[in-house]
């Protein structure tokens, strides 16, 4: 329709005839039936001329310029003319169009359509146009959860078993749209099934297309030719891509090339690169699209990006990036944070780069980052077994721990930290009268354990080297005091003087230099009858380096032993064998009992971390106190060549094993937090999203009976605006009208009492509105509906409370304004609680930071295994 048409229906054309231009107006009109825009673009300045400001002439001149294609008069007429005519929403529509034609801002266009919105019928076809126009706005500007605001908002008054609405599919294909950009492909999935299914729709084939494109569905390919074909904006881009991407067949392939061909778009750079690259020939494809770029073929950026992205080449990367200088995209906007992995730079200055990373989210970019973040571990965790850069490791795992609230991790990560200056621990295990103590007197070159100092309990037995020889009992938690120093020579009698179950550790500082060297963690033996101690001796594990692992030669590998060295395998932890009490055996079958010892562990697949050796440590440590015929037959030079060469002189190297041990257990816990606080994070946004959706059809269900809703909510409020009236009534008796007016005193109480008697039963009432709204639309659906607040016990309702400060605010300015009509207020609160209700249709963004920091802890824990 033509708006000199709908100006017409609402104003007469008198003044038009009174100023004598009644007959260039019908010219003009017909001019336009006979296809003659121009000539009717003079007869409407003809008008105008006899008579400025003329709504008719102005609306003839509109329609002049808009069959004649004159977009910027257009804008400017239709600027006038919205100045004149308000209050038309035709006027406002078509000034959107022709803004949008001009390339004027978006926000422009929006602010004109939102003005279009508010003088709108309810249910009339501009509304819905507005409303359409607005979706179409935000979906090109990628805002699909605003477009869906929109959307909610044009009225359906379809009753349960009626047709559907004429545009219910055009809603539902841009609801399709909004969902993709929401990276909700279910719920498109299942919106474009309702969207139109005319073959020459091309925007639904389209969408179609992309929507499976993104899913990985071949049948993509059937969709994105068809919107090819039908030439729709985009689909030549979209299909050349998918091309690319997506894997496809060679029936496929010859039909893309058989319609690009019909086209004459073959030498094409984005097309020869698409099919290069379906064919496998990757680096062809990112050479054609490089050359076009170096051409000037600007179209071929984006294109090269996702190679780029895809392939891992940080050049054409550059040369991409380079082009796209002002591309706003995402994923452009994530690519210029990802570095060269090849240039990473000091393992000391990473972990800004970490941080960075954290921030890309696009699909695009994140495989990069992804490989960039496994870079960043194996350069501080070098596979190659050499020392992890544990300063900036440890510091970053801390931050971790801290985001996370992990105490326990945090405390971890302190002794791991400090662990690092001390000589190697080895733990010395084995079964209750293995001989682990005489070993260890061996080893230290001293006659310790007669003398009590290591007396059999169900803790570990820490020797370390100190000056003075002092012992500290570490207590368990509540006990008091938390920790006692007593000398060596009185250990015993304290520890049989304690409970057991109090002492959590004990710790014996000897002045040994073998100490120096290498720190002992004495245990109880596996299989002593009370099982604590066998809890502690499984503890070494963790606490060691190494360990020395003693069997008894005439019981060597029993049932048990297998058991508890299956454990240590599973610890990761370096195992030195040795077979204790040689001497009591005879050459032959001590040679019988090492060659089974050799065996059984090649059946257990459990390695020795030099070939097990046999020793009498009986005979070894009187040997170190001076008999040296002892030492001789002990086989203790053996055993002290392996200690120094094998266990001290690889002290780098075992301590490092166990460093990324107990690093690789922090992290699993970490991780382990990370992942369960992604899970929340990530139902808490899916909650905010499903109430969300469920406020978008609450404010879209009160915007569609906003009248009957502002009638019902004045007749409510009648007794209160009249109780109000009544008390001004009283002061104001009696009294000169423009006094009252301008007395600041009676202003005051005016509002005062205004609000006093108004305020609270409009929060009530408005809030009930509310209620009563969502619960007619769940009615009205036949059954709860997920994304609906009123189906979800846990969506915060409109509450009174919350609506306090927009009513008060909204009232005050009643009683301001001096308006006594309840029904003018009742209107403006309706309209404000639609619009409280739509801010809340849009959840808060907020970036899930556990999703990345489980995965830069996923890549540490890699590295450290």
Known sequence: MRLLEVISRWMGRVEVVLAGADEELRAGEEALATGEPMLARALAHAVLKRLPGSLLGLALLADACEAAGLDAELALTLEDLAELAGSSAEVWLR????????????????????????????????????????????????????????????????????????????????????RLLQHDLAGARAAIDEAPSDPTHGRAALARGRILAAMGDPAAFVSLIRAYVLEVPGASELLSSTLAWQPSDDEIRARVRLVVEHRGESALARWRAAFARADGRRDEARAALRDALSDGDLSAAHPLLDAALEDGDPAALEAALAALADDPDPTVADARKLPDPAKLGNPEDLEPLLDRLATVSSDRARPWAEAVRKQIALQWIPPSGEPAAWGPLLARLDTHAQTLHDLEATARIAELSAERARPVRVAIVGEFNAGKSTFINALMGADVAPTGVLPTTATLHHLRYAPDPIARIALQPGHTPVERIVPVSELRATLKSMAHTAIRRVEIQLPLPSLTRVEIIDTPGFNAPDVKHSEAARAAFEEADAVVWLFDAGQALKHSERLVLDEAKAARIPVQILVNKADRLNP??????????????????????????????RLALAGRLGDEQALAASGWAG??????????????????????????????????????LADRERAESEGAVRRAQGMARMSAALDRDAEDAARALAASLDPAVQAWQGDLAVVVTGRDREAVANDAVLMRYRVERALARIASPLCDALATMAKESREKRALSRGQPDATDPSADPTAPAITPAELVPMVRAMVRQFAFAGSTSSHALARAAVATLIEHTSARATPAVRAGSAIWLERELFSFSEALV
């Open 95 to 178: 000034l959107a169009r022709a803004r949008q034609k001009t390339q004027v801002p978006a926000d422009e266009v929006r602010d004109t359509l939102v003005r279009a919105l508010a003088v709108a019928s309810p249910g009339s076809d501009a509304r819905r146009e507005a409303l359409f126009f607005l979706a179409d706005l935000d979906l090109a500007q990628g805002d699909g959860a605003r477009a869906e605001l929109w959307l909610e908002r044009i009225a359906d008054r379809r009753s349960p078993g009626s047709p559907e609405a004429p545009d219910a599919g055009e809603r539902a294909l841009r609801r399709a749209e909004a």
């Open 588 to 617: 032959a079958d001590l040679t019988k009992v090492m060659d089974r010892v050799a065996t059984d562990l090649r059946d257990l697949d459990i390695a020795s971390w030099t070939p097990p050796q046999a020793l009498s440590a």
């Open 639 to 676: 055993v002290q060549t392996l200690l120094d060469e094998q266990i001290v002189g690889r002290s780098t190297e075992l301590k490092e094993r166990a460093l990324r041990r107990r690093a690789a257990r922090i992290v699993g816990q970490l991780r382990a937090h990370a992942v369960t």
